[in-house]
């Protein structure tokens, strides 16, 4: 099982960066694919990106291709967003989650969620 506590989101203006972080307990964090989502008031929970358990495979939403990356070191069991060029369209709660066995980025297949944290950018 692994816990999970995302940090580092904030309000920004537009065309502005945040890096999220997500810091993860369990001795087995490096065999996790890692994912992060958003929510924006009033609409569902999409993806924005993934990450193989060991680096090599990332997948990005299309919204977000080019101006996001997501990063994982295994060492200090941390997954990152780093998030460049935010449009206010950006606004949501940004979650971090994790899963076993095969890559994916749907969020049904994600078993471990961490409680979110708010990214706001503002025009």
């Known amino acids: 099982q692994v816990q999970l506590v995302e940090s580092g989101g904030g309000l920004v203006q537009a065309g502005g960066s945040l890096r999220l972080s997500c810091t993860a307990s369990g001795r087995t964090f490096r065999e996790y694919h890692m994912g992060w989502f958003r929510q924006a008031p009033g609409k569902e929970r999409e993806f924005v990106a993934a990450?193989?358990?060991?680096?090599?495979?990332?997948t990005y939403a299309d919204s977000v291709k080019g101006r996001f990356t997501i990063s994982k070191n295994n060492a200090n069991n941390m997954v990152y967003l780093q998030m460049n060029s935010l449009k206010p369209e950006d606004t949501a709660v940004y979650y971090c989650?994790?899963?076993?066995?095969?890559?994916?980025?749907?969020?049904?297949?994600?078993?471990?969620w961490g409680q979110g944290t708010q990214v706001t950018v503002s025009s």
């Open positions: 990450i193989s358990w060991n680096g090599i495979t990332t």
């Open positions: 989650a994790a899963r076993g066995g095969y890559y994916s980025t749907q969020i049904s297949d994600y078993a471990y």
